[in-house]
């Protein structure tokens, strides 16, 4: 953790930021902005100043707060006009900002001793207070494997390990939306790889440039998630696969159209994932308590789960009813686990003596 920390930017993601870290309790940071009009005055009790005044000879951490629209530009001023190293500057999403106060879900993961005071930490500051001791494989290679830029909440790993290490001794094929940088991508290539066995990973993705995140085994397909028409072309060309993740666009649409679409791409015995399911609750993804979203759509699906037993004619049997074997929740996370299609369950008193 650096003593002192500069937050370059006042927009909208500086003052987010800037708040997270007042409310964490972080000392000695400083807020710079390239708008003059803002110079001199406060925000939460930090003044804002200008950049001239507070960067030269500065060997502290800047945090660069502002849109990807002008990061690399003010990455370069800091490294070309006021000669900062590259090691103390950081985008505002490559750091964690953390508070002594609260407890943090890390999945199986730990800190090694209690934080004693509020911080911003980098990727390799987090690296040093965790403890490495029961870190699975996924932990260790998304912390200190060699890949491109991924993007995960840190309680995902364990789930992800429950849930999928049964497929790492075996031939698998993994359909992922949403490739963003490719480093997932490579991750799940990476986990599953065992001597002897075949790994197939296929990405989605809105945007054209992830076509060039293609390498052995891994192969991207462009287009929306929401698009039913493409959804039903890139089932015809991978066939089923064994686990399909949403971590693509995230709104309630694009949910829970990709599930209706590729449920069926699932094989017996497979899983599908959706993330980041905490969208559900917020406005700008068309979430809202008790709304239109994709969890009380999968609340749906427990229904289906147990229509066998329904005593009324509102609740029918179809593919879900008939092929869902579980359905998990974590935070964030709604595993559902597919069986082979099956309409009734038995049971049987028995008694041996």
């Not at 500057?89 to 209690?114: A, H, P, W």
């Not at 992800?160 to 963003?180: A, M, P, Q, T």
């Not at 959804?231 to 696969?241: F, M, Q, S, T």
Request: aromatic share 14%; hydrophobic share 35%.
């Amino acid at each position: 953790m650096h003593k002192k920390t500069v937050i370059f930017g006042f927009g909208q993601y500086g003052k987010k930021y800037i708040k997270k870290c007042v409310e964490c309790k972080v000392e000695n940071i400083q807020i710079i902005d390239s708008d003059d009009r803002l110079w001199g005055n406060v925000f939460m009790g930090i003044p804002i100043e200008e950049p001239q005044k507070v960067l030269p000879g500065f060997a502290g951490l800047v945090v660069i707060a502002v849109s990807d629209k002008f990061r690399w530009e003010i990455f370069e001023q800091l490294k070309n006009r006021y000669h900062i190293s590259d090691g103390n500057i950081r985008y505002y999403t490559e750091t964690v900002v953390l508070s002594k106060d609260e407890i943090y879900n890390l999945g199986d993961m730990q800190f090694q001793t209690e934080l004693s005071s509020g911080g911003i930490y980098t990727e390799k500051e987090l690296l040093e207070i965790l403890s490495k001791d029961k870190w699975n494989r996924l932990e260790a290679f998304f912390f200190e494997g060699k890949h491109r830029l991924i993007d995960k909440w840190l309680h995902y790993f364990e789930a992800y390990d429950r849930f999928f290490s049964k497929y790492k001794r075996r031939n698998v094929s993994i359909l992922e939306i949403g490739v963003f940088k490719g480093g997932s991508l490579q991750m799940w290539k990476t986990y599953f790889q065992e001597e002897g066995n075949f790994v197939k990973v296929y990405g989605i993705d809105i945007n054209d440039n992830c076509k060039e995140l293609e390498e052995e085994n891994v192969e991207i397909f462009i287009g929306s998630q929401d698009d039913r028409d493409f959804l039903a072309e890139v089932k015809r060309k991978i066939g089923k696969v064994d686990i399909v993740i949403d971590d693509g666009g995230h709104s309630m649409e694009q949910q829970i159209v990709a599930f209706e679409e590729l449920f069926d791409a699932v094989n017996e015995d497979g899983i599908y994932l959706c993330e980041d399911c905490h969208t559900s609750y917020m406005k700008e993804y068309g979430g809202a308590y008790k709304g239109e979203t994709f969890v009380e759509y999968s609340k749906g699906l427990i229904d289906y789960l147990h229509a066998q037993y329904s005593e009324t004619e509102e609740l029918g049997r179809n593919k879900y009813s008939e092929q869902i074997k579980a359905i998990t929740y974590y935070d964030s996370m709604i595993f559902i686990e597919k069986r082979k299609a099956a309409s009734k369950s038995i049971s049987i008193q028995i008694e041996n003596k």
